[in-house]
């Protein structure tokens, strides 16, 4: 069954042995040292972050210590009109999370830690539920503005049920259109022009089977990057000729001259029930290409130029962020 967030449930005791937890443990004065002392940075272990990580979301999800783990597996994200969206694959979370943790130390701005690391959480979402609040604790405890007098405060109001439009929202949402014009570049679509002589994507034929079903459903979300993934596995098994359609197989519809689109019907003809998973697997190769890309505009940033400007994509997230919680404490 899909997991979806629960934003319901009742947090005031779990907050506060957060925080108790946070005190004792020195939390904050180690993240801030983490910042300024590169010795003390490179030698925290991968496993040492996961597991703060991994307790933090438990505490504040109420979870038993021995059932405290990496649960995001098959975790969907509800778009504004009801769309289901997905996140990267659960086997590739932990590797996705590793590479954040890596990249942290090679960052062109270091204060950018506060942001690569609560980012990817939200991004990859390892956990079923509590992404969020676990970002939100990082970047409190990680942020050159936090002070010992008001992170506690800070962190109620984080973590309570309307944190994310009470404080702040560490999230790279704020920049996907631009990391799909990234995506769509490296695989030759520049401003949106269809490969082959396409007009459209797909044609608006409704798919029939469970598997046609289950990736159209992506489609309707993440269109761009279904297509790329359609695209590319359908070149590579020398399919794609046989799944398109023109304005000939619709006689009915007032469509234009050169009208070509790929067919859903045509490509339940042509794939094998493998085919369809293998398929599926090309999008979540795509979607984990798109964290990569998230990562790199940290490390990278001067890579990643907003047209006509000599601002990038990180100064642009990171600007969101900061109008974000302006936004929240007006």
Not at 292 to 298: M, Q
Not at 306 to 323: C, G, H
Request: charge should be negative; hydrophobic fraction near 35%; include cysteine.
């Amino acid at each position: 069954m899909e997991k979806v967030e629960n934003w319901n449930e009742d947090r005031e005791q779990q907050i506060e042995k957060l925080v108790d937890y946070l005190h004792r443990i020195n939390a904050f004065e180690f993240f801030q040292k983490l910042k300024s002392d590169p010795e003390l940075s490179e030698s925290v272990k991968f496993e040492d972050f996961t597991d703060f990580l991994i307790r933090i979301n438990g505490i504040v999800r109420d979870i038993p210590i021995s059932e405290r783990e990496f649960d995001g597996d098959g975790v969907g994200l509800r778009g504004p009109t009801g769309d289901r969206a997905l996140v990267p694959k659960q086997e590739d979370k932990e590797e996705l999370l590793h590479k954040a943790f890596s990249a942290r130390l090679y960052l062109k701005y270091p204060e950018d830690i506060a942001y690569i690391l609560p980012c990817i959480i939200t991004a990859v979402h390892p956990f079923a539920d509590g992404n969020g609040r676990t970002s939100r604790v990082l970047y409190l405890l990680l942020a050159k503005d936090s002070s010992p007098e008001v992170i506690d405060d800070d962190l109620r109001t984080a973590l309570d049920k309307n944190g994310r439009s009470d404080s702040f929202d560490i999230n790279p949402s704020y920049i996907n259109s631009a990391i799909q014009n990234v995506i769509l570049k490296k695989y030759g679509i520049v401003n949106h022009q269809f490969p082959e002589g396409l007009t459209r994507y797909r044609t608006n034929e409704s798919p029939q089977s469970e598997e046609a079903k289950t990736f159209f459903n992506i489609f309707n979300t993440e269109s761009e990057f279904c297509f790329i993934a359609m695209y590319e596995f359908l070149k590579s098994t020398g399919k794609f000729a046989s799944v398109v359609k023109t304005k000939d197989d619709f006689p009915d519809f007032d469509l234009e001259e050169n009208y070509k689109a790929i067919s859903p019907s045509k490509m339940e003809s042509a794939l094998t029930q493998d085919e369809w998973a293998n398929l599926l697997n090309e999008y979540y190769k795509i979607k984990r290409e798109s964290v990569e890309v998230l990562l790199d505009i940290f490390v990278n940033p001067d890579d990643y130029k907003l047209d006509n400007s000599d601002l990038t994509l990180r100064d642009q997230l990171i600007s969101k962020v900061r109008q974000n919680l302006l936004d929240n404490q007006l």
